[in-house]
């Protein structure tokens, strides 16, 4: 595994872990490198219960991948209606759903090619 792919693994598993302290659901991880023609590395995906929620749970990866690595996001998208927010880390893909969002664009079940990275294990051992 290179430098590259490393770092984007551990920004994967800092935006899931920090998604899943502040109550988010359904934190998953899909390595997608694979994947033939996948738009990244890793999507993250995880859901929040409201839209403020939503927004929080973006602000808190915001401000732990920036405090970690010193790197903003390259866009965010859907911060304004919360319902679904994508934030760009070009190699990780963080999307942010409401549970209706997700269950409507199943990118779960569209991306399904892609391994499953444990966030449990990696978080119970830290």
């Known amino acids: 595994m290179t430098n590259k792919e490393k770092e984007a693994e551990v920004l994967a598993r800092l935006a899931a872990q920090v998604m899943d302290e502040k109550k988010a659901t359904d934190v998953r991880i899909l390595d997608l490198r694979k994947v033939q023609g996948a738009p990244a590395e890793y999507f993250v995906m995880a859901t929040g219960n409201v839209p403020s929620h939503v927004s929080a749970l973006s602000d808190a990866v ?3 991948v920036k405090k970690a690595t010193g790197m903003g996001p390259h866009k965010v998208e859907g911060y304004q209606n919360a319902e679904w927010i994508l934030m760009d880390y070009f190699d990780v893909v963080v999307h942010i759903f ?5 269950e ?4 779960d079940e569209l991306w399904s090619d892609g391994e499953e990275v444990s966030v449990r294990s990696q978080i119970a051992k830290e």
């Open 62 to 64: 915001h401000e732990a």
């Open 104 to 107: 409507f664009y199943r990118l």
């Open 98 to 102: 409401l549970k209706g969002k997700r």
